[in-house]
């Protein structure tokens, strides 16, 4: 979508009587000032069309029916769609004021020995996020088990991880999570879901490096 122009125009005038000279000379000068003119213009036009549309890029694939509550929300700013896409994933999920939940989890803030952030930041994922009305769903034994429990944490919170980033048009189908089991995602556009029981709030939000799906349930490996 970058593009790089370069515009080099050379005027030689030689072996011309005076006369002629002066009248090319000014001819030229004027056509060459139209030209560059014309083509500095040009150009700061495609440039700024190029940033219009890198900015927008962010939104342009998403999917699911929160997307447009999540923008209506948050416009601008780290935790808007754009602002998500200037972070790595773990740092721009501890923006996103729908997953302070899953921060606290990937951070060590919930269970000290379970900490992903640099696994998370440092790699090419697709992230399956849920949000916390997901995480309120779990009973609150599960929840105080995982806070001391850190194998089962950290099978939880891989299981939602893929390796590689996978848009939207591709999201269909089985992955295999960073935890080893499959993730089974069907349908499209507004109507996606995970492990048939689970759906994407809002996904194909871009990080510097991964690929997020908002989901309203906590996806649970198998045994």
Do not use: W
Request: aromatic fraction near 4%; glycine fraction near 8%.
């Amino acid at each position: 979508m970058r593009t790089t122009a370069a515009t080099r125009i050379t005027l030689a005038a030689s072996g011309f009587v005076l006369a002629a000279g002066l009248v090319t000379g000014c001819s030229s000068s004027d056509d060459s000032g139209s030209s560059t003119s014309t083509a500095t213009s040009s150009m700061s036009g495609m440039s700024g069309m190029t940033s219009m549309s890198e900015s927008a890029a962010p939104a342009a694939d998403l999917v699911g029916s929160g997307c447009a509550a999540y923008a209506q929300a948050n416009p601008s700013g780290p935790a808007s769609v754009n602002g998500m896409a200037m972070a790595p994933v773990a740092t721009a999920a501890a923006a996103n004021p729908e997953l302070k939940t899953l921060t606290q989890a990937i951070s060590g803030k919930l269970n000290p020995q379970v900490n992903l952030v640099d696994t998370l930041n440092n790699g090419q994922y697709t992230v399956f996020a849920p949000t916390d009305a997901a995480f309120a769903k779990l009973p609150a034994a599960t929840v105080d088990q995982l806070k001391t429990d850190s194998a089962m944490l950290t099978k939880i919170l891989t299981y939602h991880v893929v390796s590689g980033q996978i848009p939207p048009a591709d999201i269909d189908g089985q992955h295999k999570s960073l935890e080893g089991a499959t993730v089974t995602v069907t349908g499209s556009g507004n109507d996606i879901k995970v492990n048939d029981n689970t759906s994407v709030v809002c996904g194909g939000i871009k990080t510097a490096n991964a690929t997020v799906y908002l989901v309203d349930s906590v996806l649970m490996p198998p045994s």
